[in-house]
């Protein structure tokens, strides 16, 4: 039953009652979920407007790539959102996150567009971090929300909707030109008001649901990966016909209209997954059954009786000894347990490493000789090739894990591998070889984060996912802030100031720097540490052997009428 809205008896209801029980359903709630991710990528077009900044608030690359961690800084610790979803609905963090959408952007485009006072460096700072920050409460009221509502499917799940995100770069790049023709200050405003329009109009959608086991559930979730890829298609096949001839505005206006079209295209599968719960609900009824519900319930006579039976002293230890993986796990026993470091360790090799490129692709073009057009098009590029990271290793580990036992971490040891190619390609730059890199970072970038997000949900249960969750994310920013701050920024800068001696030491000036050796040394070193990162790897697939050698979800499948987990 959907909020209500089915009759108990399993007949067809009335079609009004039938259409609100769609839109108060568990599908219409993922749909909503999809397209507040296709608005959430702004931390991934800041190439596009990277530049507006630099040049009109007279930046250094060192200063721009500052401004860049706190963006990702914001975007992915999310603890704040984690903690407060813990303790209120997911309406409150979708909320709080369009306010701080809105207010964050808005103040950094009046600053590039000079309509205030030029405002001091670490108010802009200030104004990204606020404005990025949208970005995790968004994935944690409706990504949560979804993996929650979803458990048995919760690695695709999460390939779908951070697939979502990889493509909202490209997504957003292609409403832009429809709304403001390449006045890429104006992309800023737009980053500013419409993802929170999203969250807004969608902010009582997303909620928690019953979950309810669904037989033919995967069949529905590969409709959606078809409609994405037929929406990732779209995109690339309208980003190379726009870099072989140039488009009217007229024209960037009918590419949008079909993108819309495109993304609205889920809703048919929405209906689909609702009228098949409809039909198995039927024949349940039929033979006196329910369809199969899995209830999480905390068991407070058995917490109760731990209170009183044990000291405060082995209470507190018994708070940080780690259960057994796969074992809802507190937030002091995920933070300290091994396996927690080492996904730490791994995501800051890895993740820190592709966000620095991707930060730094505008100036590695520049470099490199690439005009200047061609940011765009690596923006795009590395949105669609981040959806395909997203949604292949969603969908290939689960697959893997449910017919051969292949443990998701040795999935992002292989990631990690590729990725050490594509910052060599970067490091020594060979003619032509920046679009291939560019692929491979933008698939190994999103496909990390989808590994990520389910091995957490996997390893230490979903009891407090919305706060572990964001504790995972929080490694990437970290990353970030050495390799993309305190390494490429900083030989970028020294090695711009070699080649225009006359500016040297200058913080009010936009050096520029040209040739391969601009970021050379800074992918190295890169590449050395995403190496590190795939020795931390293959210890966690060895540490984790064992579980996920074995049935992972058997608690969440309907092999019961009702199945009570005790936590």
Not at 224 to 231: G, K, T
Not at 340 to 358: D, E, H, K, N, R
């Amino acid at each position: 039953m959907v909020d209500g809205a089915r009759t108990s008896s399993g007949a067809t209801p009335h079609p009004l009652i039938f259409i609100i029980g769609i839109l108060r359903g568990r599908w219409f709630m993922l749909f909503a979920a999809f397209l507040i991710m296709s608005m959430a990528g702004a931390a991934y077009i800041f190439a596009i407007y990277s530049s507006d900044i630099k040049s009109s608030l007279n930046y250094n690359q060192q200063s721009l790539n500052t401004l860049s961690f706190f963006k990702d800084l914001a975007a992915n610790i999310g603890l704040i959102s984690g903690l407060i979803n813990e303790i209120a609905p997911p309406w409150v963090v979708l909320g709080l996150g369009a306010v701080m959408n809105l207010s964050g952007f808005l103040m950094i485009y009046l600053a590039i567009t000079h309509r205030i006072p030029t405002p001091k460096f670490w108010h802009m700072c200030l104004y990204m971090c606020i404005g990025s920050s949208s970005q995790a409460f968004a994935n944690t009221g409706a990504l949560v929300t979804a993996v929650k509502n979803f458990p048995e499917s919760r690695g695709i799940v999460l390939g779908l909707l951070k697939g979502f995100v990889g493509l909202s770069g490209a997504i957003i790049t292609q409403l832009y030109l429809a709304f403001y023709n390449h006045n890429s200050k104006s992309l800023v405003l737009l980053i500013a008001w419409l993802p929170a329009a999203f969250s807004f109009v969608f902010i009582h959608t997303i909620r928690i649901m019953k979950v309810v086991h669904q037989e033919n559930e995967t069949n529905i979730f590969y409709e959606f990966l078809y409609i994405s890829l037929l929406l990732a298609g779209y995109l690339m096949a309208v980003i190379v016909i726009e870099k072989m001839i140039t488009f009217t505005h007229a024209e960037y206006i009918i590419c949008a209209i079909i993108l819309i079209l495109i993304l609205a295209l889920p809703l048919i599968s929405v209906v689909r997954g609702e009228l098949s719960l409809e039909k198995q609900k039927a024949k349940l009824n039929l033979t006196g059954e329910s369809p199969p519900v899995v209830v999480l319930i905390k068991d407070e006579n058995k917490e109760s009786m731990n209170t009183q039976n044990t000291s405060a002293s082995t209470h507190i230890i018994t708070m940080f000894k780690a259960p057994k993986i796969g074992d809802e796990y507190t937030i002091p026993q995920a933070l300290i347990s091994i396996d927690m470091m080492l996904l730490f360790f791994m995501t800051i090799s890895g993740s820190g490493g592709t966000l620095t490129a991707i930060d730094n692709m505008g100036q590695i073009g520049e470099s490199l000789g690439y005009p200047s057009n061609s940011t765009n098009t690596f923006v795009s590029l590395l949105s669609i090739w981040s959806y395909l990271g997203r949604v292949t290793s969603g969908f290939s580990s689960e697959m893997l894990l449910s017919k051969y036992k292949i443990p998701r971490p040795l999935m992002f040891t292989l990631v990690l591998i590729l990725a050490t190619i594509g910052h060599l390609l970067i490091a020594f730059g060979p003619p032509g070889s920046l679009y291939a890199a560019m692929i491979i970072v933008g698939f190994c970038s999103g496909a990390q984060w989808s590994l990520l997000f389910t091995i957490i949900s996997e390893v230490f249960g979903l009891k407090y996912y919305s706060t572990l969750y964001n504790l995972g994310a929080a490694a990437s920013p970290l990353g970030s802030y050495v390799f993309n701050v305190k390494v490429a920024g900083f030989l970028y800068d020294r090695e711009a100031a070699k080649q225009n001696a006359q500016l040297a030491g200058s913080l009010s000036k936009d050096l520029k720097c040209i040739g391969v050796q601009c970021f050379k040394l800074s992918f190295l070193i890169i590449a050395a540490s995403t190496l590190l990162g795939v020795v931390a790897s293959l210890v966690l697939v060895w540490r984790t052997r064992d579980f996920y050698g074995g049935d992972i979800y058997a608690k969440f499948r309907g092999e019961k009428e009702e199945e009570k987990v005790v936590m």
